[in-house]
């Protein structure tokens, strides 16, 4: 059974791009990612990590020094390179609510941003699984009161209507007490500031990414921009749309 960790980035309003990232590995190296990363924790003198209030220097990081700054980031970098687990990512950049409009009841296929960023982790996780001998993968999400549940309520859909067999469960923890998501937010955060920026460039100046990209690590990424929702979108409406049913309460996905 693989394992994934996920977490999300520029899920505002207005946001100018929407990221799922994470990372999906064996067991045994994610244990390798939560011990270094605590270590690395433990060194700085810190319970937790969160990388939008590390950058903007709230709370526990507003009087730490530059030095010890380059040293906590980097050190968290490097646990989850040396690791060996491998980056999956979803992105949707543009205006959704212009893109989904322009067609009858597509919202019905895709409610929000977040669902497009979604739909291209998993089938990043299907690419990942077959190359593994079509291991089922066992997916973790960060708690979000916005999309922690909706996360699962999708996967449970798609798995009452025979799809996305590959993922083996589909469950929400709390990132601030996990390592592992408290890296998936690590790579969110870097992703969206990079598409945010509109500079393919800028991924590479990143402590975790830039790590990643330098190892010439085999990552998996999609992004789907306004115009290509669309043109997707139209096409299925040409080929006949499949509508999913909604799974009832005490379905059980693993019947």
Known sequence: MLKAFFDESGTHRGSPATVVAGYVGTD?????????????LKRADLKTFHYAEFQNRLGVYKTMSVPARSLLVNGLAAAVVDSGVRVISGAFVGDFEQAITQGPNWRVRFDSSYSVAFDLVVLGLQQHSAANGDEPVAVTFSRHDQYGRPARRIWRTHRHNGHWKWVHSCDYRNMRALPELQAADMIAYETYR???ANDDEEFRKWPLIGRFIARDDNMIGGKVFSDTLVEVMTQIDIDGRQLLKDAPKNWNPAN
């Open 28 to 40: 045994e190296q994610f244990v390798v990612l939560a011990r270094a990363w605590a270590a690395e």
């Open 194 to 196: 990079s598409l945010k």
